[in-house]
């Protein structure tokens, strides 16, 4: 059985910075591409990035081009988002996916989600 956690969440001031983590077990890590989504308080969940088993392809909403970024060890079957510039409507709940492309549909592992928090 293939289990997430996502750990780095917290409150921070605008225009700072966090790192997220994601951890696997279960499963081949290296053969999958991983996903971040995240869902505002009455929104729906949406995507933010998505990386491919190697970590040679990338894919960022618009949303968060150029202030976050994916990427993946495959050593320690963990996949991070940087998020520098942070801003109020970054405030979310993130969560990490096994899975590919844009749409949560295609995502059939979840993480339980870590809370992002951004003050102005």
């Known amino acids: 059985q293939v289990q997430l956690v996502e750990s780095g969440g917290g409150l921070v001031q605008a225009g700072g910075s966090l790192r997220l983590s994601c951890t696997a077990s279960g499963g081949t890590f290296s053969s999958y591409a991983m996903g971040w989504f995240r869902q505002a308080p009455g929104k729906e969940r949406e995507f933010v990035a998505t990386i491919g088993g190697n970590g040679a392809m990338t894919i960022d909403a618009d949303s968060v081009k150029g202030r976050f970024t994916i990427s993946r060890d495959n050593a320690q079957n963990t996949v991070y988002l940087r998020m520098n510039s942070l801003k109020p409507e970054d405030t979310a709940v993130y969560y990490c996916?096994?899975?590919?492309?844009?749409?949560?549909?295609?995502?059939?592992?979840w993480g339980q989600g870590t809370q992002v928090t951004v003050s102005s």
């Open positions: 996916a096994r899975g590919s492309g844009t749409y949560d549909y295609n995502y059939r592992f």
